[in-house]
């Protein structure tokens, strides 16, 4: 899908789409990390500065003034939402801004934004999130105002553990959908079918189906099927619980990455060789699992230092208090307990900083008027992280 998604296009998909995000190189594997471990540095998590879940996407359309940039000069994608199927609504609403940019005269001058309404819409969805009414609702808007939207449906058969024939009418979303394609001179789409394995397949569908809607302004939607799950749904669920040995075996053989190293393997380049030997594959394998390991150490790393930083003023101000306290036993057991964390998050810095604050409540020192100084520059701080952006203030972005 990256090798047709062009600049000036955008995406509206959901939380799997990590790969994507890194083939269009607007998501390295350390800030992938980053988002995970929720750090609050935009430079570090530029997709939502830890304001997100892991796995959720965004690009900026904005300067850091709030001057518009040249969307026609990046690979765009709206922030992606956790509640499944509301990528859709968006989605329709991206489709149409190509249109109208076509259609409307008035805003050929606005050149940051459109090439004359060429760009494209790209949605993804999981299989199961078509049985919800935003799904429908969205693919008949699209096709009834005719916009240039590509819909990517992955489909693993499955709904977490609940199979499509229980969700899903004729255990098929394009079959489902077959009354939407386009007759002779109607509305609607042009569907496309492949098996997620097959890169061949995949790759020749995708083309035909972005084609399609650029060049005619119109939506398609590619059915990826037999797509497999490696892992379970979600790290507190095994798939092994609800499939079959049967069905578990064949996902084994025919896991996208096992299939994939066969078709490289068995095809030869222009000028007759293998693209690439065996031997090659598996060098590149251990030097991928060693690269994301270094990049998420460091991606943990750049998110603890800060806190420690911050374990360490606080200890330093803590001691200070304790050297003029009548409770200074209890504090410098504080101070120990904190010092004995290995990787400590902000909670117990504060926590233990509010502890001490607490049992010695009616002293008074310049050591605690320092540190108390101290923690209210470290909430302002904090309050920035967490409560600044949660609502636009730029007012040109408004009007």
């Not at 409770?327 to 504060?350: A, G, T, W």
């Amino acid at each position: 899908m990256s090798k047709f998604f062009k600049k000036g296009d955008f995406r509206s998909g959901y939380y799997r789409d990590q790969t994507f995000m890194m083939a269009i190189g607007e998501l390295s594997v350390q800030e992938f990390f980053a988002g995970l471990y929720a750090h609050t540095d935009l430079e570090k998590e530029p997709n939502s500065a830890g304001r997100q879940m892991g796995g959720h996407f965004s690009t900026k359309s904005v300067d850091k003034d709030g001057n518009w940039l040249n969307l026609l000069d990046k690979k765009n994608t709206a922030a992606d939402i956790s509640c499944t199927g509301a990528q859709m609504p968006r989605l329709v609403g991206l489709g149409l801004a190509s249109k109208i940019y076509r259609q409307n005269k008035e805003l050929k001058d606005f050149k940051k934004f459109s090439n004359n309404g060429n760009e494209v819409a790209f949605g993804t969805i999981g299989d199961a999130s078509t049985s919800e009414g935003v799904f429908w609702e969205s693919m008949n808007a699209a096709c009834v105002l005719e916009i240039p939207l590509v819909m990517s449906v992955w489909d693993d058969g499955y709904g977490i553990s609940v199979e499509k024939k229980y969700q899903t009418t004729k255990e098929s979303i394009s079959t489902a959908l077959s009354g939407f394609e386009i007759k002779d001179q109607s509305n609607g789409l042009k569907i496309y079918k492949c098996n997620g394995w097959n890169y061949a397949e995949l790759y020749s569908m995708l083309k035909e189906a972005v084609n399609f809607s650029r060049e005619h302004h119109k939506p398609s939607l590619v059915h990826v099927e037999e797509i497999t799950q490696p892992q379970g749904h979600s790290t507190s669920g095994s798939h092994e619980r609800y499939k079959s040995s049967e069905r578990l075996a064949w996902e084994k053989e025919y896991d996208c990455i096992v299939q994939f190293k066969k078709w490289i393997l068995s095809n030869k380049n222009a000028t007759g060789k293998p693209i690439c030997t065996l031997e090659d594959l598996e060098i590149i394998e251990i030097d991928s699992k060693n690269e994301v390991k270094k990049l998420s150490k460091l991606a943990w790393t750049e998110f603890l230092n800060p806190i420690k930083e911050s374990l360490n003023e606080c200890t330093l101000h803590l001691k200070n208090i304790a050297s003029k306290s009548s409770k200074k036993s209890e504090i410098l057991q504080i101070v120990n307990d904190l010092e004995k964390i290995r990787e400590p998050i902000k909670k117990d810095v504060f926590s233990s900083f509010r502890k001490t604050m607490l049992i010695t409540r009616g002293e008074n020192s310049d050591e605690k008027l320092a540190a108390m100084n101290w923690f209210k520059t470290q909430k302002d701080s904090e309050f920035d992280n967490y409560n600044s952006n949660l609502y636009t203030r730029n007012q040109s972005i408004l009007l």
